[in-house]
């Protein structure tokens, strides 16, 4: 089994700065693409950013120029870097990662997520 475990969530001002980490543990052959997502209440779960094995990165229109993400593939870890923190990212925080599944002859992606962690952007 694959397990995501993130951390880092919490409650910071407006303006302020946050760092989320997720690790991937277990049965892992190879990990295509890691991102967060997020999630806040009465809303529909949306990207904040994403990175390939390659460092390739796409971001949420709204996160532009204040968040960044990096990964670690040797240690199957991601980070999203929060800066300037606005009321308005207050959510949920979900690490998800796109990983390799080889079964005999074949292999396909699999989508594994983490259980979240919640971030609270409050004077």
């Known amino acids: 089994q694959v397990q995501l475990v993130e951390s880092g969530g919490g409650l910071v001002q407006p303006g302020g700065s946050l760092r989320l980490s997720c690790a991937a543990s277990?049965?892992?052959?190879?990990?295509?693409?890691m991102g967060w997502y997020r999630q806040a209440p009465g809303t529909q779960r949306e990207l904040v950013a994403a990175?390939?094995?390659?460092?390739?990165?796409n971001y949420g229109d709204s996160v532009k120029g204040r968040f960044t993400i990096s990964r670690d593939n040797a240690k199957n870890t991601v980070t999203l870097q929060m800066n300037s923190l606005k009321t308005e990212d207050t959510a949920v925080y979900y690490c998800?990662?796109?990983?390799?599944?080889?079964?005999?002859?074949?292999?396909?992606?699999?989508?594994?997520w983490g259980k979240g962690t919640l971030v609270t952007v409050s004077s």
């Open positions: 998800k990662a796109v990983l390799k599944v080889v079964a005999g002859r074949d292999s396909y992606n699999m989508d594994y």
């Open positions: 277990g049965s892992i052959f190879s990990i295509n693409a």
């Open positions: 990175i390939t094995s390659g460092g390739s990165t």
